[in-house]
C-alpha cells in the first residue's frame, strides 16, 4: 500500500541489509561481513499479496558508544520508530542475545508500533533450536530466517502485509472525483530552489529560503487559488545522496519527502541547471515514476546558464537520454529567482494531472489500437501466431491498460514498449506513466 512504511532496524551486523535485498528482490544495500557499513538508510518500495509499500534500511543500533557514526545511527532509528507503520527489528542467532538487543527490545515494547521479531541466519535445524531462545525478548511474532537463503521471508511478509489496509478498490471512471484539488509535490535534491519556487509561485515569503542545504526540514502545504487556478503545492524537504545524510533531521526530512511523493498526485521535480541531471537526480525521478506519479521536470537557475542557440534542445536531449525508456515527459526551464516561465510550469503540472486522469472509451480504444496491431502483430511463439482479441483501461489512478491475448506470456518487452509508444501518440498521456497488462 502506497504511504505504508517499513523499518528496518537491530544491531550492526546482523544482517539487516541482506534482509533489505531479500524483501526487495534487488541487490540494491551494499552488503560486508564488516558491522556498521550501512551508515544511513536505504529505501525501497517492495510488493507482496498486491499490497505495496516502503522499505526502510536503517543503521546499526548501538548503545553506550561514543562513535559519532554510531550516536548518529541511533537517532536514525530512534526517527524510525518514530516516522514507520511497522518494525522488523533483526537479531543474529549465532550471537544470540546480547546487552544491545535487550536495551533494542526496551525501546521498542514502550513504543506504540506494532514489531515483528526476525531472528536471521537460522539456516540449518541446529541454529533453529539455537533461536527459541529470543523468545525470551518478549514479542508475540518471532520469524526465523534466512536472508541469504531466503526461507522464511514468505511467511514474514504474509504477516507484514496483513497489518497494511486493503489495496483501494479501482473507481468506476463516474466515481473519480472531477472537483478533486490537484496536489503538486516540489521535489529534488537539496539546495535546487523548491522553497524560492514555492515563494515565487505564491508571491509571498511563505516558506524558509536560504543557500543553506537542507533548510527545509518537513513538508509544507500551501494552497493556490490565483488567476482561476487552484491546486495544492507540497514543498518537501530535499532528498539527498544517503552517504551525505548524517544529520538526524535529514534523515527525518527524506521519511517525509518520500511520503510526500506518496500523496501527490503530480511531482514538479526541480533541477539544478548548473550541477546537471545527476545520479541522484535519476534516483529521485524512477521513485516517482514507479509510485506512478505525473512528473514534470523543471530545470531550475537556467539565467545562470552561457547559452548557446541550441543550448536547451541539447540539455533536454541529455536529459532524456539519462531517464529513457519513459521519455515522455514536459521539461521546462526555469529560473525561480527571477520568475523565468515558473506559471508555464504550474501550467504544464495542471496539463499532466488531467493526463493522469485520462479515461479513453473502450469502443475508441480498441477501434485505434487494433489497427496499430493488425499493421504490426506481436511476433510468432514456437510457430503459433500471437493474437490479441480486445483491450480495455483498468479503473486505477494511474493509466493502466489491460491487453487480452491467447499468450499472454509470450509478448516480449520490446512489443510492451511499441504499444505504449502507440497509446502515446494517439492519446496524450505526457508526463504520465503508463502500465500494461497481458491477460489471458
Known amino acids: 500500500m502506497p504511504g505504508y512504511t517499513v523499518a528496518i532496524v537491530g544491531r550492526p551486523n546482523v544482517g539487516k541489509s541482506t534482509l533489505f535485498n531479500r524483501l526487495?528482490?534487488?541487490?540494491?544495500?551494499?552488503?560486508?561481513?564488516?558491522?556498521?557499513?550501512?551508515?544511513?538508510?536505504?529505501?525501497?518500495?517492495?510488493?507482496?499479496?498486491?499490497?505495496?509499500?516502503?522499505?526502510?534500511?536503517?543503521?546499526?543500533?548501538?548503545?553506550?558508544?561514543?562513535?559519532?557514526?554510531?550516536?548518529?545511527?541511533?537517532?536514525?532509528?530512534?526517527?524510525?520508530?518514530?516516522?514507520?507503520?511497522?518494525?522488523?527489528?533483526?537479531?543474529?542467532?549465532?550471537?544470540?542475545?546480547?546487552?544491545?538487543?535487550?536495551?533494542?527490545?526496551?525501546?521498542?515494547?514502550?513504543?506504540?508500533?506494532?514489531?515483528?521479531?526476525?531472528?536471521?541466519?537460522?539456516?540449518?535445524?541446529?541454529?533453529?533450536?539455537?533461536?527459541?531462545?529470543?523468545?525470551?525478548?518478549?514479542?508475540?511474532?518471532?520469524?526465523?530466517?534466512?536472508?541469504?537463503?531466503?526461507?522464511?521471508?514468505?511467511?514474514?511478509?504474509?504477516?507484514?502485509?496483513?497489518?497494511m489496509p486493503s489495496p483501494e478498490k479501482p473507481l468506476d471512471a463516474e466515481e473519480i472525483d472531477a472537483n478533486a484539488v490537484p496536489k503538486f509535490a516540489i521535489i529534488g535534491q537539496p539546495n535546487a530552489g523548491k522553497s524560492t519556487l514555492l515563494n515565487a509561485l505564491v508571491g509571498q515569503e511563505r516558506t524558509i529560503v536560504s543557500d543553506i542545504a537542507g533548510t527545509t526540514r518537513d513538508t509544507i502545504h500551501t494552497r493556490y487559488n490565483l488567476f482561476n487556478r487552484d491546486f495544492i503545492l507540497i514543498d518537501t524537504a530535499g532528498i539527498r545522496k544517503k552517504k551525505n545524510v548524517h544529520e538526524d533531521l535529514e534523515f527525518y526530512s527524506v521519511i517525509r519527502a518520500i511520503r510526500a511523493m506518496d500523496e501527490a498526485d503530480v511531482c514538479m521535480m526541480l533541477i539544478d541547471a548548473e550541477k546537471g541531471f545527476t545520479a541522484q537526480d535519476v534516483s529521485i525521478f524512477a521513485l516517482a515514476a514507479k509510485k506512478g506519479k505525473g512528473i514534470v521536470l523543471l530545470v531550475n537557475k537556467w539565467d545562470l546558464l552561457t547559452k548557446e542557440t541550441n543550448t536547451a534542445r541539447d540539455y533536454e536531449k541529455a536529459l532524456k537520454q539519462k531517464i529513457a525508456p519513459?521519455?515522455?515527459?514536459?521539461?521546462?526551464?526555469?529560473?525561480?529567482?527571477?520568475?523565468?516561465?515558473?506559471?508555464?510550469?504550474?501550467?504544464?503540472?495542471?496539463?499532466?494531472?488531467?493526463?493522469?486522469?485520462?479515461?479513453?472509451?473502450?469502443?475508441?480504444?480498441?477501434?485505434?489500437?487494433?489497427?496499430?496491431?493488425?499493421?504490426?502483430?506481436?511476433?510468432?511463439?514456437?510457430?503459433?501466431?500471437?493474437?490479441?482479441?480486445?483491450?480495455?483501461?483498468?479503473?486505477?489512478?494511474?493509466?493502466?491498460?489491460?491487453?487480452?491475448?491467447?499468450?499472454?506470456?509470450?509478448?516480449?518487452?520490446?512489443?510492451?514498449?511499441?504499444?505504449?509508444?502507440?497509446?502515446?501518440?494517439?492519446?496524450?498521456?505526457?508526463?504520465?506513466?503508463?502500465?500494461?497488462?497481458?491477460?489471458?
Do not use: C
Not at 541469504?148 to 514468505?154: D, K, N, Q, R, V
Open 24 to 163: 526487495l528482490e534487488q541487490r540494491k544495500a551494499i552488503v560486508d561481513d564488516k558491522s556498521g557499513v550501512t551508515r544511513d538508510r536505504q529505501y525501497g518500495i517492495a510488493d507482496w499479496n498486491g499490497k505495496q509499500f516502503n522499505l526502510i534500511d536503517t543503521g546499526g543500533f548501538v548503545t553506550g558508544s561514543d562513535d559519532v557514526f554510531e550516536i548518529e545511527i541511533k537517532k536514525q532509528v530512534l526517527i524510525a520508530l518514530d516516522e514507520a507503520d511497522l518494525l522488523l527489528f533483526v537479531v543474529d542467532t549465532v550471537t544470540g542475545i546480547t546487552g544491545q538487543d535487550e536495551e533494542m527490545a526496551n525501546i521498542l515494547r514502550r513504543g506504540n508500533k506494532p514489531v515483528l521479531l526476525v531472528v536471521n541466519k537460522v539456516d540449518n535445524p541446529q541454529r533453529a533450536l539455537m533461536a527459541n531462545e529470543f523468545y525470551a525478548l518478549g514479542f508475540e511474532n518471532v520469524f526465523f530466517v534466512s536472508s541469504i537463503a531466503g526461507s522464511g521471508t514468505g511467511d514474514l511478509l504474509d504477516e507484514m502485509t496483513s497489518h
Open 326 to 440: 519513459f521519455t515522455d515527459v514536459p521539461v521546462v526551464f526555469i529560473s525561480a529567482t527571477e520568475k523565468q516561465r515558473i506559471f508555464q510550469g504550474m501550467e504544464k503540472a495542471l496539463e499532466v494531472f488531467e493526463n493522469r486522469r485520462r479515461r479513453i472509451g473502450t469502443s475508441h480504444l480498441n477501434d485505434v489500437m487494433g489497427k496499430e496491431i493488425d499493421r504490426f502483430p506481436p511476433p510468432l511463439m514456437r510457430g503459433h501466431s500471437v493474437k490479441i482479441k480486445y483491450i480495455s483501461q483498468v479503473p486505477t489512478p494511474v493509466p493502466a491498460f489491460a491487453f487480452y491475448t491467447n499468450h499472454p506470456d509470450a509478448i516480449k518487452e520490446q512489443y510492451r514498449n511499441f504499444l505504449e509508444n502507440k497509446l502515446r501518440s494517439h492519446f496524450n498521456f505526457s508526463g504520465v506513466p503508463v502500465r500494461i497488462f497481458f491477460r489471458k
